[in-house]
């Protein structure tokens, strides 16, 4: 079946514009998550969905961060007034059931990521 | 938090050379994932693995985890196994289900 899909695949910004960043996850998962990947940070969560309830967005580096995810299906992150330091490539991933499931319904599985330039 | 850490943090093969990769964490785990980040940046699912051992392929992995450490061993190796290897972890008890990743090791595999 279809993977995870981003989009779009590359984004080049001038700092201060917003951007929105768009994940279609496996369709039937329940859980979505947002991840970011920096040279200088590694992997690092972002937010986590997990069907209606509300996000957890607890990994959010800043209030110019925000994300939804409408009828429990497809996530927008949107980043306002961005920064150079915003640079990265941003990962979304979904899995069966997230904290509500067991075993192999937690595996998380990764889209190709959206790399996002900000000059 | 919890620590995740991965060694060796680079590694160069000889193609057709074995090679084992390991992960060390701090806490017990409800989920351990191995991925492959190949040279276009795509997480490629390799293992979900948060005890036991697991075989696919020229690669296998073992969970120990209480003694809170994951191998990932590939055997055989292949040009087309060059990118970099993470473990990432899902601590037990966690409240957002999310992974925390190691820094990766850097496989280069050459003819």
């Known amino acids: 079946g279809a993977g995870v899909s981003q989009s779009p695949s590359n984004k080049v910004t001038e700092k201060g514009k917003d951007v929105e960043l768009r994940c279609d996850p496996i369709s039937g998962h329940t859980a979505l998550y947002w991840y970011r990947q920096s040279l200088g940070q590694g992997l690092e969560f972002l937010i986590y969905f997990q069907g209606n309830s509300a996000p957890d967005k607890s990994g959010l580096p800043s209030d110019r961060f925000s994300a939804e995810r409408t009828g429990g299906s497809v996530s927008t992150l949107t980043i306002q007034r961005t920064q150079q330091e915003d640079s990265a490539v941003y990962l979304c991933a979904s899995s069966p059931s997230g904290l509500a499931g067991n075993n192999r319904r937690r595996t998380q599985y990764f889209g190709p990521g959206t790399r996002l330039l900000v000059l | 938090g919890i620590q995740v850490e991965q060694s060796p943090p680079d590694l160069i093969l000889q193609e057709g050379a074995n090679s084992t990769l390991r992960c060390n964490f701090s806490d017990s785990v409800n989920n351990l994932q191995w991925f492959h980040q190949n040279p276009w940046g795509q997480l490629i699912n390799l293992f979900y693995i948060p005890s036991g051992t697991k075989q696919n392929g020229r690669l296998s992995a073992t969970t120990v985890a209480t003694e809170r450490y994951s191998l990932l061993y590939i055997s055989s190796s292949q040009t087309t196994d060059s990118g970099v290897y993470f473990c990432?972890?899902?601590?037990?008890?966690?409240?957002?289900?999310?992974?925390?990743f190691g820094k990766g090791t850097k496989l280069s595999v050459k003819p």
């Open positions: 990432a972890v899902e601590r037990t008890g966690g409240s957002q289900g999310n992974l925390i």
